[in-house]
């Protein structure tokens, strides 16, 4: 009975402990001069100790149950993707990594691979016509110039 | 008639070619991101936000911009939720109520219509409201010290709690992991790092536009991502056309919505669907003495809500210009970019920054026109974007918003914190935690803090300085029944 609520108690958790680091962390802000009389660690502790007590009390009355996904793969691929490009795409140029991303998204939205390819294909250099020529935002360029 | 005059001088930064443009360009875009559903105003002006940043826009043409997309989105949510019973914005949830029943009907026309004039109304009404009331707000807060501000805002962050539909101890919790995210960096006061887990990158704090598009663009699609979509779009129908009887039987109904939209909207904290609700439910008590369908297919049933919805938009609208408070997540984007600009709303707005506050008031009225225009005859086009499929759209999605990243921050951490916060937005609506506190507090967290620091310098450490004047007093008392009410709500049910 008490596993359904369970992700409420474990945010509840997760909020204490993070009041707490935060408090904590606080309290090593000490400065030899400040204009106030309350400096730099004050108000940070003040917060992160309403967000604990907020955490404290979803521990004891926790009301969510976590809803399953109905589909957890497509989602990971997706953050691995996102992930990966944030390191790709000063390495490789924006439209090779663009272009890589939008085939791991549009299939993890069920298309099939031949739809995939074609629409990494169209998006990437259009926001690179879009973005780097129309508007004059540079995107990097990888080895290949583009 | 000072209003007028500034007005006029409104118009003239409105009416510029660059500016009419785009507003036009935000009514369009405002319009198709209403239409499409997981696309919300808070989105696409997060996705916008570097770019009018880095294409050096002036803050009144990106203001002018992105308020477009944020009203306009309120008229395209309405073309959703009646062809597809599903809202494409939250706060059209209501209009599917009458209105799908109305296109099963074969009178999706007319619902649209109807709803199309609705908004209008409701927004252009709430607009003049604005252009009379915004400087007189103003006015009473320019007399407030920064104690009294302490308390204004602890108010409003409080409130988000009390009104909100779930569980107000995660929307406050919310709030405070906001106000935390918004300390990070080096503190401008003393020089001293905080809470930047010893990351150089972080030094200069979290950048708004990371934040805002992880947790809404990129959290957003994750979460679309774990369903599989299956819905059937009604077609826009041949039946009977809206009667002119039929119209002149709403006008009441749009009358009362505009009222409590706008006054639900300049109350920090509700939001436009806590007005479309309230507006639907007083309709259906007056009709319910007479002779009505609603539930089955009312007009007023579509009307209503509608018209409350986007005179809320503009009543948020109002807080933030006049006291830098913003009234709703995405009014807190709005005040975010403009904060980007280093010109921070408030009581001095208006006497400093003519051009931005009113340029933006005249734009308004500019901008419902044209979106009447592209609302009533065009809505056809919109539909079509129902038909785009999902693997064409999110991709797209992604990639600007991973590309809008790139161009405000140039570093792959920033991609990486981006992508983080995304799964967090998702982990968080999983949960049920409210993302719109975590924005509000973001934005107005250090403010909060200098305003604090500020009253205990002045008090030298006083605390009860901060209870010290009439106006914060009574902003303590409202504050102490925004964090009552939930608990008095639980305890009745």
Known sequence: MAAPLLADRALGAVLVLAGAGVGWHAQSLEVAFAADPIGPKAFPTLVALAMAVCGAVLMVAPATRWEKAERVLPGIAATVAMFVYGLALPEIGFIPATFALCVVIALAFGATPLRAAASGAVTAPALWLLLDRLLDLPLPRGPLGI | ?493
């Not at chain 2, 009419?20 to 209403?34: K, P």
């Not at chain 2, 770019?51 to 009203?71: D, H, T």
């Not at chain 2, 699609?221 to 599989?228: A, G, K, M, N, S």
Request: hydrophobic share 55%.
């Open chain 2, 1 to 493: 008639m000072d209003a007028i005059a500034a007005l006029m001088g409104g118009f003239a930064v409105a009416l510029t070619p660059t500016n009419l443009a785009l507003a036009l360009a935000g009514c369009l875009i405002g319009t198709a991101i209403g239409v499409l559903p997981g696309i919300g105003p808070m989105n696409a002006i997060a996705l916008l936000l570097p770019f009018c940043f880095a294409l050096k826009l002036p803050p009144e043409s990106a203001l002018i911009l992105l308020a477009a997309v944020y009203y306009g989105s309120g008229y395209g949510g309405r073309i959703t939720a009646i062809l597809l019973n599903m809202p494409g914005e939250p706060s059209a949830a209501i209009t599917t109520l009458d209105g799908h029943p109305l296109a099963k009907q074969g009178r999706a026309a007319a619902a649209l219509m109807v709803t199309g004039i609705g908004s209008f109304v409701g927004a252009t009404l709430s607009v003049v409201m604005m252009t009379f009331l915004a400087v007189p707000l103003a006015r009473v807060a320019v007399g407030f010290s920064p104690a009294d501000y302490v308390a204004l805002i602890v108010f409003a962050l409080s409130l988000l709690g009390a009104v909100a539909p779930g569980n107000a101890v995660k929307a406050w919790a919310a709030g405070c992991f906001g106000i935390l995210l918004a300390l990070v960096g080096v503190d401008s006061g003393t020089g001293i790092e905080r809470l930047t887990m010893g990351s150089m990158e972080m030094l200069g704090g979290i950048d708004f536009t990371v934040l805002a598009i992880g947790l809404f663009a990129i959290g957003e699609v994750l979460l679309l991502l774990e369903t599989r979509m299956r819905v059937a779009a009604a077609a826009l129908g041949h039946g009977e056309r809206l009667t002119l009887a039929e119209l002149a039987r709403c006008i009441p109904a749009m009358m009362r919505a505009t009222g409590i939209g706008f006054a639900i909207g300049v109350l920090p904290g509700a939001g436009a669907s806590v007005a479309a609700a309230l507006s639907y439910s007083t309709e259906r008590h007056i009709a319910e003495r007479g002779e009505h369908r609603f539930g089955k297919g009312d007009m007023r049933g579509v009307a209503s809500p509608e018209t409350a919805d986007n005179a809320a938009q503009i009543g948020n609208l109002v807080p933030m210009l006049s006291l830098g408070i913003p009234g709703s997540g995405t009014t807190a984007v709005l005040l975010g970019a403009l904060l980007m600009y280093s010109i921070t709303p408030g009581p001095l707005l208006f006497a400093q920054r003519p051009e931005v506050a009113w340029g933006l008031i005249a734009s308004m009225y500019i901008g419902n026109v044209m979106l009447l225009v592209l609302n009533i005859p065009l809505v056809g086009l919109f539909t079509r974007l129902l038909a785009v499929p999902a693997w064409v759209l999110y991709p797209g999605v992604i990639a600007l918003s991973l590309a809008g990243v790139w161009a405000v921050a140039n570093s792959p951490f920033d991609l990486m914190l981006a992508v983080g916060f995304g799964v967090l937005g998702y982990a968080l609506r999983k949960l049920d935690v409210p993302l719109v506190p975590i924005i509000l507090g973001f934005v107005l967290g250090r403010l909060l803090e200098d305003n604090f620091r500020r009253a205990m310098a002045l008090s030298d450490g006083d605390v009860a300085a901060l209870f010290a004047s009439i106006p914060s007093l009574l902003l303590w008392a409202c504050t102490a029944a925004a964090l009552a009410w939930p608990m008095l709500r639980r305890l009745r049910a």
